[in-house]
């Protein structure tokens, strides 16, 4: 029964939108928006747009990924199990893509531009230096550029003209890169095989996998609670 509910489209298509990282983030910025003080329904707007957004980077990861998916054996993979066509993910990418550029500018413009410039940078992120020392560049740079789509946005565009906080800028491109170690740690296996060399995968061979785990773990915590601390101390925006 499970099989078979998994391989219905609309299933496969969640699974292949990487829904974890996409929830997280998602209920993350939605989160952020309501300790700002926006109200139910802007929130919700928020949450609207993070989760197309992840689904667009979720799919296109798992297009970009699926010959070398495919090599590995991933079977936890609807396109390398056979579950969907990329024709179809290739369609429902165009779907979230026509769909998420309204959602964003409707935060405001420079909300808009904020949000959909860090969505290119992950897209970017998928395609280059993902086996370089500069893996964690593209994910710096996508989390580092929550905080303006936050600060800059509000309901029907009605958002502020400040940028947001530098120091909670920094603590968001930090907390990217831990994001980033958190998940590239279950495929350094695999990475090492075919010869990456992405900063996690350098810093595993060194420390090794568990050590990094923990440490990373443990600054994620700092990074998040750092986060927590600069919005109630300074808000959001300067």
Not at 13 to 35: E, I, K, Q, Y
Not at 150 to 168: F, H, K, N
Not at 176 to 194: K, S
Not at 205 to 231: D, F, K, S
Request: net charge positive; glycine share 12%; with cysteine.
């Amino acid at each position: 029964m499970t099989t078979r509910l998994g391989t219905w489209t609309p299933i496969a298509l969640l699974r292949c939108a990487h829904p974890t990282l996409g929830l997280v983030t998602a209920v993350g910025l939605a989160g952020a928006a309501a300790l700002s003080g926006r109200s139910s329904v802007a929130v919700g707007m928020v949450l609207a747009t993070a989760v197309v957004g992840q689904a667009v980077l979720g799919w296109h990861n798992d297009l970009v990924d699926r010959a070398r998916d495919a090599s590995h054996a991933r079977t936890d993979k609807p396109l390398v199990r056979g579950d969907l066509d990329p024709s179809t993910v290739w369609f429902w990418l165009a779907v979230a893509v026509m769909l998420v550029v309204p959602l964003a500018v409707f935060h405001g413009v420079w909300a808009g531009v904020a949000y959909l410039g860090s969505l290119l940078v992950g897209i970017l992120g998928n395609l280059v230096l993902r086996g370089s020392w500069l893996s964690w560049l593209p994910w710096a740079t996508s989390f580092a550029l929550y905080p303006a789509f936050l600060a800059y946005g509000g309901w029907a565009g009605q958002g502020r003209e400040t940028p947001p906080e530098l120091t909670v800028t920094v603590l968001a491109a930090l907390l990217g890169v831990c994001v980033h170690v958190l998940v590239a740690l279950p495929g350094l296996v695999a990475d090492n095989q075919d010869g990456r060399r992405h900063l996690p995968l350098r810093i595993a061979l060194r420390i090794g996998a568990p050590r990094l785990l923990w440490a990373t773990v443990v600054v994620t915590v700092l990074m998040l609670g750092g986060l927590l601390a600069e919005g109630a101390r300074v808000g959001l925006t300067q």
